[in-house]
């Protein structure tokens, strides 16, 4: 078998670079005394600036200055929530869109949407979509399910065991539920789904969690769920895991496309062909066109569902909001179609996993509760509709970048925005 010519190219920089012996001894197991950080949850100026007399050397004054600045430190006790080890905050650029008009369920109105990112051309870019998307008469939104899941796991002796134990959690279901809800004044569980792999039971815990993401409330549910399975079940377990990685917490997974894990919401506009033209600078059909290549190359990679670059919108929003970024990872799932009706362009996304809440989590700090109140949709009663404005979101910067890539554009954006400005 020939060797590719990629790996023929890395041993040869290796080589040039490290002899066997010299690699040996680099890479082998140290047990030289080290010194650990010291734990700190409840974060004040003395304890950032105790870690900071750690890190000098590596890092200087000037470093510290800019990272742990006079507000991070007047506030080190307000973060003690959030973080571990605290030792300031950063910096990342905000930019502001819109107004994106909305004519949906939960969101009605115009919005204008902060975005966190150091990537240039993004902001412009979902703005531009979210021009040509109220020029059109808005974006039309609705929340089609909702529920967090967590999946934790028990293992069996034997397959027997397996379905006498989904038979016992069927017969005292009622008593679960009660457990679980007596946890959260919000969270609700409204279903348990058995899925049995010989001697290995998940049970999909499906829970509704009011205004929050709720990432945390469905563990801490859950967790009291488990415990009372463990004690009153009369089938022997050998043991039971809180999460048996069955959910799709973080990850893309088909369960997550197919069902939904957070709130699924779907969004869609229709544009004219003016606007197209003027807004764009394309045409309808040269967007179906590259359309077609698009879904393509998303079928032929394996993709899971079919868009364009959903993480970006997300991600921006999420930092800005003080949502969990690393839920990008499967919020960023879900389908984009692009349709004709006569010269007009019908466009939607349907996103079957949005991770957000108005309250909880990051939502309460200063910076990220100033940007919810930018959009008008801080505290409770307004998570449906923060997850509408999510999906409207992402559906912009589908339209904007199907159309810049149509019309040839796209690269020259990003020179004129980022490389070359």
């Known amino acids: 078998m020939t060797i590719p010519t990629h790996v023929q190219v890395m041993l040869k920089r290796m080589r040039e670079k490290f002899t066997p012996e010299k690699l040996q001894a680099q890479m082998a197991a140290r047990d030289a005394p080290f010194r650990t950080l010291r734990p700190v949850r409840n974060a004040s100026e003395k304890s950032v600036l105790r870690y900071w007399e750690r890190l000098f050397g590596p890092a200087s004054t000037a470093d510290r200055d800019l990272i742990a600045d006079p ?4 506030d080190a006790a307000e973060y003690s929530g959030n973080i571990e080890n605290f030792i300031g905050t950063v910096k990342v650029p905000v930019g502001v869109i819109g107004p994106l008009r909305l004519n949906g369920i939960n969101a ?18 979902y703005g531009r979509g979210a021009y040509a998307a109220t020029k059109a008469g808005g974006i039309s939104t609705a929340v089609l399910y909702e529920g967090v899941i967590r999946t934790p796991a028990f293992t069996f002796d034997n397959i027997l065991n397996s379905g006498l134990f989904v038979e016992w959690v069927a017969n005292n279901i009622s008593t679960l539920r009660a457990v679980a809800e007596g946890t959260t004044r919000h ?22 969690t009011g205004d929050a993401s709720g990432q945390n409330m469905v563990t801490i549910a859950t967790h009291a769920l488990c415990e009372k399975i463990a004690t009153d079940c009369t089938v022997p377990i050998n043991r039971w895991y809180i999460e048996g990685n069955f959910s799709g917490d973080k990850k893309a997974s088909a369960l997550g496309l197919m069902t939904g894990r957070g709130r699924k919401v779907s969004a869609s506009v229709v544009l004219p062909a003016a606007i197209i033209d003027k807004v764009l600078g394309t045409t309808a059909q040269d967007m179906l066109a590259y359309g077609r290549i698009a879904d393509l190359g998303a079928k032929l990679s394996g993709q899971m569902g079919a868009q364009a670059h959903y993480a970006n919108g997300l991600a921006a929003l999420y930092i800005a909001t003080g949502q969990d970024a690393a839920c990008v990872a499967e919020s960023a799932m879900g389908f984009t179609r692009m349709e004709a009706r006569g010269d007009d362009l019908f466009c939607s996304v349907t996103m079957p996993n949005i991770l957000v809440g108005s309250v909880g989590g990051g939502t309460g700090l200063a910076s990220q509760s100033a940007g919810l109140n930018i959009l008008g949709l801080k505290g409770a009663g307004n998570g449906a509709a923060l997850a509408e ?18 019309a040839g554009d796209f690269t020259r954006a990003h020179e004129n925005l980022a490389r070359f400005r």
Do not use: M, Q
């Open 389 to 406: 404005v999510t999906a409207a979101l992402c559906l912009c910067g589908e339209i904007s970048i199907v159309a810049a890539i149509a």
């Open 71 to 74: 507000a991070s430190l007047a």
């Open 108 to 125: 009605a109105g115009d919005y204008h949407v902060p975005l966190a990112t150091t990537e240039a051309a993004l902001v412009a870019s």
């Open 187 to 208: 969270g609700k569980l409204t279903s348990v789904e058995p899925v049995i792999d010989n001697d290995v039971v998940f049970l999909i815990c499906r829970y509704t």
